[in-house]
């Protein structure tokens, strides 16, 4: 089989444009910046490949530098639409490459300058896809397949753009860009092809991927004040209350506002939501690493601590209470004091589950809203009794 390069042109044409076509698809519907930023690079390789076409068949329009040099600006919004992706600032240092493409269109235009067009075009895109590539590193987790598919695909496409650069030195029978001749033409282009196949799909990919995640992220998240909810807290403390034993306790927290009904009342439901998310900010500042918090609903709060002792959640908790009540105090003026009453209890059974602890720390809150507000009850934890 020969693998002409006007038939290698004609795949990889059709192929960028159906690339293009499929990215903006997905854009119309989810209007995500980076899949309009990729869309727009295979558009521009397809057009360079129709340039390029039409210059082998006699209809000259551009200097033959400019198809090639196109190449250079997909790359660049392929960067582009990466860092778009990764929420990455790129430097403005990147905007060099268009400073150099510009330049090239005016190499001259006879077969000896197509090594030194390969020259500058090859590390250029090799530099531009290796950096989209390594902009695709996880960061503290791991990396959707998606992602790590298009990070795999854009390391490999600029490895080989980076051999390609060193086949300058190859004899002229090997390039010779002027009219697409030579070994080294015709292994680029079938690699292209590839290249278009798999960026597409894994860009599509990596885009889904990032969209579940947030949507499952707003799931989880109250949204008055952006703590986890209820099901969320469902999800997660499983995993805590597993790390708890008898050496290393726990200490789950119930919160609830004094006479947050008179705030709402008397001031307004927009006052309420204000003095929620206040404590939702007093209840962050105070949370250690690896704990949770979540609301519940209305003005009841969750705190899971893991690894403490009796009297650190009980300073947590009067901390918070102490921050709290003096807030309030300054926001809203209201017949009886706005306050928390808390109920913790301690847990060290590491098979029990949330909705256990939880009654039992409501059983506390209960008893320091009896016992007159503004307290809280700790419940210790029961010893684990053996046969
Ligand atoms: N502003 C606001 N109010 C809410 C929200 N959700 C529930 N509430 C109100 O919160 C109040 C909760 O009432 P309670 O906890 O029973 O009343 P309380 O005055 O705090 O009574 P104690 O807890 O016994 O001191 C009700 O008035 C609800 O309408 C919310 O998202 N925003």
Redesign the pocket.
């Known amino acids: 089989m020969v693998l002409d390069p006007f038939t290698l042109l004609v795949l990889t044409s059709a192929m960028a444009a159906a690339s293009a076509m499929y990215l903006a698809a997905e854009w119309s519907s989810v209007r995500e910046r980076s899949l309009l930023l990729w869309s727009g690079g295979f558009a521009i390789i397809s057009v360079g490949c129709v340039l390029a076409l039409l210059r082998s068949r006699g209809y000259v329009l551009f200097g033959i530098w400019f198809p090639n040099g196109l190449l250079i600006s997909a790359h660049w919004l392929f960067l582009a639409g990466v860092a778009s992706c990764t929420r990455t600032r790129l430097s403005r240092a990147w905007w060099l490459v268009v400073v150099v493409w510009l330049a090239m269109l005016f190499l001259p235009d006879r077969p000896w300058w197509s090594k030194a067009m390969m020259g500058t075009q090859s590390p250029l895109i090799a530099v531009i896809s290796l950096r989209a590539g390594l902009l695709l590193r996880p960061q503290g987790g791991t990396l959707s397949v998606g992602a790590a598919q298009l990070r795999f695909v854009l390391l490999a496409h600029g490895l080989f753009y980076l051999a390609k650069a060193g086949s300058v030195v190859a004899p002229d029978a090997f390039i010779n860009l002027n009219n697409f001749r030579g070994e080294v033409i015709v292994v680029s282009l079938v690699e292209g092809v590839m290249a278009i196949m798999l960026l597409a799909m894994s860009m599509t990919g990596t885009e889904r991927h990032r969209r579940e995640e947030r949507i499952a992220e707003i799931a989880a998240r109250d949204p008055?004040t952006a703590l986890d909810n209820r099901r969320a807290l469902y999800l997660r403390a499983p995993e805590l209350l597993a790390k708890a034993s008898p050496a290393s306790p726990g200490a789950l927290l119930l919160i609830?506002?004094?006479?947050?009904?008179?705030?709402?009342?008397l001031h307004?439901?927009?006052?309420?939501?204000?003095?929620?998310m206040t404590l939702s900010d007093l209840i962050r500042i105070v949370l250690p690493h690896g704990a949770l918090a979540a609301r519940l609903?209305?003005?009841?709060f969750v705190i899971l601590l893991r690894n403490v002792s009796g009297p650190a959640a009980q300073a947590l908790g009067q901390g918070l209470r102490e921050s709290f009540a003096q807030q309030a105090r300054t926001m809203f003026e209201t017949p009886?004091p706005?306050s928390l009453?808390i109920g913790a209890t301690l847990f060290e059974q590491p098979d029990k589950e949330l909705s256990h602890w939880l009654k039992r720390a409501d059983q506390a809150l209960y008893a320091s809203?009896r016992k007159g507000?503004d307290r809280m009850e700790l419940v210790r934890a029961v010893p684990v009794m053996t046969p």
């Open positions: 008055l609830d506002i004094d006479h947050f009904k008179q705030v709402n009342d307004g439901h927009d006052a309420g939501d204000r003095l929620l609903g209305g003005d009841e009886e706005v009453s809203k507000r």
